[in-house]
């Protein structure tokens, strides 16, 4: 059975960092792109970050570009979020799945079922 565990989030001030981690289980993963999204509080799910099966090409969102860094080991089937100078508007629940690369941004297009998310809360 296909499975997303996402771990990592926390509490922690503006400026701080955080690394999320997304294990996966019940497909081949290395076949697979992936990406990290997130929902804030009233809003819809956006893509942050996404990376290739290959590890080649990288596609971030506007307001996470420079700060966010998507990461991958195939071997331990997990997927990285490091977190850098975090902002308050950073503050959603996390999740990860395997995308189709050109539709990567897109929530709707993702393979498999959400897992439960991981929360980040940025305040001071």
């Known amino acids: 059975q296909v499975a997303f565990v996402e771990s990592g989030g926390g509490l922690v001030q503006p400026g701080g960092s955080l690394r999320l981690s997304c294990v996966a289980f019940?497909?081949?993963?290395?076949?697979?792109?992936t990406a990290w999204f997130r929902q804030g509080p009233g809003n819809k799910r956006e893509m942050v970050a996404a990376?290739?099966?290959?590890?080649?090409?990288?596609s971030y969102s506007d307001s996470v570009n420079g700060r966010f860094l998507i990461s991958r080991d195939d071997a331990q089937k997990t997927t990285y979020l490091q977190m850098n100078a975090l902002k308050p508007e950073d503050t959603a629940k996390y999740y990860c799945?395997?995308?189709?690369?050109?539709?990567?941004?897109?929530?709707?297009?993702?393979?498999?079922?959400w897992g439960q998310g991981t929360q980040v809360t940025v305040s001071s």
């Open positions: 799945n395997s995308v189709r690369w050109g539709t990567e941004r897109d929530p709707h297009s993702v393979y498999f079922d």
């Open positions: 019940g497909f081949w993963f290395r076949d697979y792109h």
């Open positions: 990376i290739s099966n290959d590890q080649e090409t990288f």
